[in-house]
């Protein structure tokens, strides 16, 4: 039987080293060795947020972390702006829409970034915006948005909160919250963080908190004040995913055993390189440019002339390469190679080398080991280094 090579966006491959930590004993979570644990563990992430704040950790998926961030920091009828550079983009206009925000969608082409250019032109005409949401890395693009210089121009022209949603990047890309100036960041477990979904993470500025404290809006499950509350204790308000939280204490380990995070961030613009390099070589379109391109994810359109569908089903049936599918109005028209969390260059060569053999299946005219071989000249460029 053969394993499944799991190419996707998320969940993503599991370390065994984290396996084995999540296969522990289970203990309470209202005991000394859970505060120690998560105490310790919190901390630890601290660095791949770019903050000094407390890091929260909800039993949640990513989106209940984003409803939280909106939910505690907006009231209904204020006004916020919500950018959007394709599906996950569109969740945070949902979730807006829901709560009765009243939301000003700044909507870029799906395969396009927004610019600090495009949010300074689109806020100048709008006046008492309380937040401003975006996507740092989109999930059904491809698409790495420049997080650090919409944060700029948040705090220039606006007195709103920013607030980011890096659920498929954190881990992988680097963050630096406190810095950029982001007011709530957030993220999953189940993407570049190399664990099974069921756990989110986020932190909150100085600045946001105030904002919560006074929000009339009520939220009980996904009240940040009972969460900083608990957290000052060690624990959380309700049972927490304790497996989970052992398994990113796991994690933290195997970043620092990689050199500390700036090697992991290194790591995914390698493979990045990587992807992209061979797609060209093997006259492959990418939906997004080189600049705004993500280390995480890559969005390869389909290859001419071939059925996308067929062809990714061959892909998964023969060799056991599993790929994600486009979103929306992409699908059929992109699949998505996801290369985040417990993934590193030889896992890449390997998908690059099925995906030739795969399309040499569905005779699609391409010179036999072009795309290896721009993905290895990139590898190898690293280790010259």
């Given amino acids: 039987m053969y394993p499944n090579i799991l190419r996707h966006p998320g969940p993503t491959p599991i370390p065994k080293k984290v ?17 120690k644990l998560y105490q310790e563990t919190t901390h630890r992430v601290k660095p791949i947020f770019g903050t000094q704040q407390d890091i929260l950790l909800l039993p949640s998926g990513g989106t209940a972390a984003l409803e939280a961030a909106a939910v505690n920091t907006v009231s209904p009828g204020e006004e916020v702006v919500v950018i959007t550079v394709g599906a996950f983009g569109d969740y945070f206009v949902s979730i807006c829409e829901k709560y009765g925000f009243h939301v000003h969608k700044l909507a870029k082409n799906w395969g396009e970034a927004c610019t600090k250019e495009d949010l300074i032109e689109f806020l100048k005409p709008l006046s008492n915006i309380k937040a401003v949401f975006a996507t740092y890395n989109e999930t059904s693009t491809g698409i790495l948005n420049p997080i650090d210089q919409l944060g700029e121009v948040v705090r220039t022209h606006t007195d709103a909160l920013f607030i980011v949603d890096g659920v498929s990047c954190i881990g992988g890309a680097p963050a630096e919250m406190d810095e950029w100036g982001i007011d709530i960041l957030v993220t999953g477990s189940q993407k570049a963080m190399m664990l099974p979904p069921g756990l989110s993470l986020l932190s909150v500025s100085e600045r946001a908190w105030k904002v919560i404290e006074a929000n009339p809006t009520p939220a009980y499950y996904l009240n ?47 493979m990045k390189n990587m992807v992209r390099e061979a797609m060209k070589a093997l006259s492959i379109g990418l939906l997004t440019s080189d600049e705004f391109a993500s280390p995480t994810i890559t969005a390869i359109r389909t290859p001419e002339g071939l059925d996308l569908s067929a062809y990714l ?29 417990y993934c590193f260059p030889s896992d890449i060569l390997e998908a690059v080398s099925l995906i030739e053999a795969g399309l040499q299946d569905f005779s699609y ?15 190898l460029s690293t280790l010259s280094k």
């Fill in 365 to 379: 005219s391409f010179e036999p080991g072009a795309g290896v071989r721009a993905a290895q000249k990139v590898f």
């Fill in 224 to 270: 940040l004040l009972s969460y900083r509350e608990w957290a000052s204790k060690g624990m959380t308000p309700n049972t927490p995913a304790i497996s989970l939280i052992m398994g990113l204490s796991a994690v933290c380990d195997l970043i620092e055993e990689e050199g500390g995070f700036s090697k992991t961030i290194e790591r995914h613009e390698v």
């Fill in 313 to 341: 089903g061959h892909l998964k049936k023969k060799y056991h390469l599993d790929f994600a599918g486009g979103l929306g109005h992409l699908q059929g028209k992109i699949f998505r190679f996801g290369h985040m969390g």
């Fill in 19 to 35: 396996e084995l930590a999540m296969a522990q004993d289970m203990i309470s979570h209202r005991t000394e060795e859970f505060v």
